[in-house]
């Protein structure tokens, strides 16, 4: 008997020495190479980023799992409790490997072999597969998460273990974490579910889709009340409280609306902005937050006024025809429309819709498809629609509808109440159901809405339709932006001692380059010549010839400087047409250097974005070229001060000469080609731009708060017509009126601020008599604008300083050369 007993014990102590052996040896083998868990310490989960206008109202978001990350000491108790009993009964008293459960999860699988096996990966341990470990169902990689999981818990707290489980676990439907899931699934906060909503939550984790409330009601309610169970069992919840939860029918909440405010373009590019900022890993997982400087109120006008300048402009130039063709329209054509209105979504503002045309009579056409059945286009709603010609012309107008549509057309319509364009207060009203004939336009443009004194873009539109294209025209589309570019000629004339009274020659004009280049003649618009005329009178018409002899008289190397210095272009070619802006730049930039003329030439730096908060809310960029005194002041009790913003910036340029430019484009504005401008009864300097054969249109505009640029042409450039009709004081101008109509609505005028050393007299000239802006001894005398001129005759200053001569055609000769400042050219 004492020798069976030793055997035995042999045989024990045997069988521990291996198992203890193997044990050491397998938990040294995989233990080679795993992840340090130590990373946990600094893990921070991908949360959501997010975009809010100037009036709070949401933007966009941008996340690659959408997160909502909240502390576990800020989750309610019956949270935490419903999850450790649905997940890890022995949770808060193992250390990390649940061994009880695991034993119980073995025999449960040997038992009922053919029924789905039971998991036995406690909360620990699933730690450890989310955040170190693949999803790799392989004993290997169970062994890998127990030895992962013992060392978190000799590293972490129980709470922290939590923590990181309920905010990364995948919960179904997309929502990752337990505060993202009752937001979408019940349209609550954690601290507002119900007990049954809690419970349904923790039942979750093991199979999202197998639990899902609306595909597998049955099984989810009976996972719901096991996790019940399990929370009474464990002494979280009294038997009432079980009885009343399992008694509740979960109904999902989907979260209601946000109020988002929809500017595309503008948000893309602030998005552009971001990643190159934060890089990819902080704008989708770093839950920034940013406030941007979107104005909602001026990029919805922008966008309609940009739109309906678009549609004005496009409607002058004839029909293109349907937008889609159903060939049999004797067989179920409604299924063929469904079918186009899925495979070419319609971009277009919300008012306008796809219809089929169904029957074509003398005086209207019969449509079908919309949403209140079918409609009546009358004939007057379609008479713009000729046909559109190469280069923009136009063919005969239409006689009658069939001219214009026929039977299975699917065309744009619009719902009217009144006849197009008519005034409402005495046109008469349309019959119900009344449609007008519509076109996506296939030209295109944008608009810029800056504060000229931070530079803060108020409003951005990229172009018609940002799903139909995502070039955004403002910032990505380099254009010329022709007579746009003239008041920084007219800017380094007076920097050189020309005042806006100095004569020049509007005559013919030509250049001989040298180096055996062909001779540049260029033209006025419209081909015709003024004879001798201030710069007053020149800006205010666009003269071009007027441009280039003042540019060729001071030397295009000025010219350079100052297009530098505004940022309009950062290295000019020392070319003489550059002087008429034939050098490429962005609608961006132009209103930029606009904004820098309005305030005085204060350096600004366009910024789509106040301000960048991290998930802790620590501020990490903020966009404010000026300071306040006394903001944050404490109060110690007395009276505190009101804050008081400070412009420490000094002007760049020579503020005297950056106002003359300035007042000099008001006249644009109220007697010039802008002159449409000036009911609006409020000062605006302003200059409209027209490129060779009116490929491009522009309009700059500013008052002292509000700088407005606009751009106009086709995304291949060409032609936008005959060059004696499409011209940015057509096009771009009635755009900026319909924004300055809305966003300067009640507002009293702002004059510009004079700076000091300047002489505002009155004086006449060709527009009549006028108040202008004169350096002390500059002033002008005579009839016209006497004491200074350039004829066309005389030796002007070089191009570039060293080569170039003009030749001119008369008219000039004897004139005195330019002596306004004492020096002689």
Known sequence: MLNVFKIVLAFCTASLIVGTGTVAGLFWHFSHGLPDHKQLADYQPATVSRLYAADGRLLAEYAKEKRVFVPVAAMPKRVLQAFVAAEDQRFFSHPGVDVIGVVRAVIANITHPGSRPEGASGITQQVAKNFLLTNQATLSRKIREAILAFRIEQTYSKQRILELYLNEIYLGSGNYGVAQAALNYFDRSLGELTLSETAYLAALPKAPNRYNIVRNEKEAYARRDYVLNRMQDDGYITAAEVAAAKAEKLTLRRRGPTEVVTADFFAEEVRRNLLSAYGEKGLYEGGLTVSTTLDPLIQQTADKALRDGLVDYDRRHGWRGSYAKIADMSNDWEQEFARIQQRRPLNAPSSWQLAVVTAVGPQSVTIAGMADGEGTIPFAEMSWARQNLPNQNVGAAPARPANVVSVGDVIVVEKLTLPTGADPKTAKPYPAKTYGLRQIPNVNGAVVVMDPQTGRVLAMSGGWSYGLSQFNRAVQASRQPGSAFKPFVYLAAMDA???????????????????????????????????????????????????????????????????????????????????????????????????????????????????????????????????????????????????????????????????????????????????????????????????????????????????????????????????????????????????????????????????????????????????????????????????????????AASVDGTTGRSSGGGGGAGRPTLTGTGETY
């Open 497 to 795: 001692g020309l005042t806006p009274a100095t004569v020049v020659e509007d005559e013919p004009f030509s250049y001989n380059p040298g180096y055996g280049q062909p001779t540049w003649t260029p033209k006025n618009y419209g081909g015709d010549f003024m004879g001798p005329m201030t710069l007053q009178r020149a800006l205010e018409m666009s003269r071009n010839l007027v441009t280039v002899r003042v540019a060729q008289h001071i030397g295009m190397k000025r010219v350079a400087g100052v297009a530098k210095d505004f940022g309009v272009v950062d290295n000019l070619g020392l070319y003489l047409p550059n002087a008429l802006g034939s050098t490429d730049t962005t609608l961006l930039r132009m209103t930029m250097a606009y904004a820098m003329i309005a305030n005085g030439a204060r350096e600004i730096t366009p910024s789509l974005v106040d301000r960048v908060q991290d998930r802790e809310g620590k501020t990490i960029y903020r966009h404010e070229p000026r300071t306040c005194k006394g903001c944050g002041a404490v109060p110690d009790g007395k009276t505190p001060a009101p804050p008081e913003i400070v412009d420490g910036r000094q002007p760049f340029h020579d503020p005297a000469s950056t106002y003359q430019i300035a007042h000099m484009l008001q006249g644009v504005t109220q007697r010039g080609t802008a002159g449409a401008l000036a009911v609006l009864g409020r000062p605006i300097m302003g200059k409209t731009g027209t490129t060779n054969d009116s490929r491009d249109n522009w309009f700059m505009g500013s008052t002292p708060d509000l700088t407005i640029g606009i751009y106009i042409g086709f995304d291949d450039p060409r032609t936008l017509g005959p060059t004696n009709m499409e011209t940015g004081g057509g096009n771009a101008v009635p755009i900026y009126k319909r924004i300055a109509d809305v966003v300067f609505k009640d507002k009293p005028p702002v004059p510009f601020k004079v700076p000091p050393g300047l002489r505002m007299i009155r004086w006449s000239y060709e527009g009549g008599t006028i108040d202008g802006v004169f350096n002390s001894g500059t002033e002008p005398g005579g009839e016209l604008a006497g004491g200074t001129s350039i004829d066309s005759t005389s030796s």
